[in-house]
């Protein structure tokens, strides 16, 4: 999946760890990822915690496709600092699933709360 993701490429995002409904990113700031008050525009954040979603709510090889998301911004994020996302299942089923995504910077801080639920469309990836 990742190999046919160019956004994700472009934001230099990579696989920390993926497991059964589970996946780790990590991605480090740059530059012209920052808004004119000189922090990390949200939509940065918001974009690793959505790849972190989708590869998550993806390992079981049945397509998955968000429907609903949101995210709580709890501190800047500058140019150089490395976040790291972690996705994590709560509850599926044969059609829906919802998972927590949790931003942290290279402190350990949590920067970010992600929430979204995505549909399983029940057809397998074709790799």
């Known amino acids: ?16 760890q993926v497991a059964p409904g589970r ?29 972190a979603l989708a590869f998550a709510a993806n390992t079981y090889g049945i397509q998955a496709v968000s429907v609903e998301t949101g995210i709580t911004h709890t501190r800047p ?7 790291t996302a972690t996705a994590v299942e709560l509850n599926r089923s044969t059609r829906f699933a919802t998972y ?6 290279q402190q350990q801080r949590t920067v970010a709360l992600f929430k979204g639920t995505v549909f399983r469309t029940g057809e397998a990836w074709e790799l």
Do not use: K
Request: aromatic share 8%; proline share 2%.
């Open 1 to 16: 999946m990742y190999d046919h993701d160019p956004f994700s490429r472009w934001l230099g995002i990579e696989h920390v």
């Open 23 to 51: 996946c780790v990113l990590r991605m480090t700031v740059r530059e012209e990822m920052l808004n004119g008050f000189a922090i990390a525009h949200g939509g940065i954040t918001y974009s690793l915690a959505d790849s």
């Open 77 to 83: 994020v500058r140019a150089g600092d490395v976040l």
């Open 100 to 105: 927590q995504v949790t931003v942290e910077d």
